[in-house]
């Protein structure tokens, strides 16, 4: 069995930075794409970021710039680093990593932007 675990959320004005880090534990084997999504109140989950074995990243029109996706994959972690927050980046964010035959998501972790 597989757990991802999340840590690093947390409440900050806008401008300010966070970095969110996603660690799975178990019987892991090769990681393939690794993921952040988010979800708002209100709103559907949407897709931030995602990273490949090869380390090609891609990301959301609105955190272009701003995010910026990593992995370590000896520690089987991924790392999320937020800079220039602003209030609409408010929301619940969870990782989500796929191995063969098996996809994983995190708990989620708040994170909330005062103006």
């Known amino acids: 069995q597989v757990q991802l675990v999340e840590s690093g959320g947390g409440s900050v004005q806008a401008g300010g930075s966070l970095r969110l880090s996603c660690a799975a534990s178990g019987r892991i084997s090769s990681i393939s794409v690794m993921y952040w999504y988010r979800q708002a109140p209100g709103k559907v989950r949407e897709l931030v970021a995602f990273?490949?074995?090869?380390?090609?990243?891609n990301y959301a029109e609105s955190v272009k710039g701003r995010f910026t996706i990593s992995r370590d994959d000896a520690k089987n972690t991924v790392f999320l680093q937020m800079n220039s927050l602003r209030p609409e980046d408010t929301a619940v964010y969870y990782c989500?990593?796929?191995?063969?035959?098996?996809?994983?998501w995190g708990q989620g972790t708040q994170v909330t932007i005062s103006s």
């Open positions: 990273i490949t074995t090869s380390g090609t990243t």
């Open positions: 989500k990593m796929i191995m063969i035959g098996w996809t994983g």
